[in-house]
């Protein structure tokens, strides 16, 4: 009677690294949509000041609902992704750290859209996609 080898543990390194890039990266692409979504309302000629004071004013429903989208999304796809660990505190510690570390990272944006504009911005969130396709691959890639 043979024996069925056992697969080789998961390397929860490889794993925590994958998923925090992972997340890093789509919260960083996301946040870098709404810079060009603020950047292409500003552009558009609207008279944003004729609209009421307060929570709905202008755009800073874009700008707050859009950054917090992009943060928890960041940090809800890094905690899918570390679903093997099967440790719900380091999970969540994991994709809190992702989902800020997205924001820091969209501090980017700011010289990309000085430097070349809304269509930089679009090439940003490009590049980030790229990026989080083929880490995304990588983490799913079957063993060997």
């Known amino acids: 009677m043979s024996e069925v080898p056992e697969p080789p543990p998961p390397d929860f390194v490889a794993l925590v690294l994958g998923a925090l890039a992972f997340g890093v990266m789509l ?4 946040l870098s949509l709404v810079s060009w979504t603020v950047r292409t309302i500003q552009g558009s000629g ?3 000041a004729v609209t009421p004071r307060g929570l709905t004013a ?3 429903p874009v700008v ?3 950054t917090l989208g992009a943060i928890l999304a960041a940090g809800l796809a890094t905690w899918k992704l570390l679903a093997p660990i099967r440790n719900p505190w380091r999970q969540a510690m994991l994709a809190l750290i992702a989902g800020l570390g997205s ?3 969209s501090l980017v944006t700011l010289p990309i859209d000085r430097a070349f504009g809304r269509p930089g911005l679009l090439v940003l ?4 996609a790229l990026a989080c396709l083929l880490v995304f ?6 063993a060997a």
Do not use: I, T
């Open 46 to 48: 609207l008279d944003l």
């Open 27 to 30: 919260g960083a692409g996301l």
């Open 103 to 105: 924001f820091a990272l």
């Open 64 to 66: 707050l609902l859009g």
């Open 125 to 128: 969130a490009g590049a980030a």
């Open 58 to 60: 202008g755009l800073l």
């Open 137 to 142: 691959r990588r983490l799913h890639r079957p």
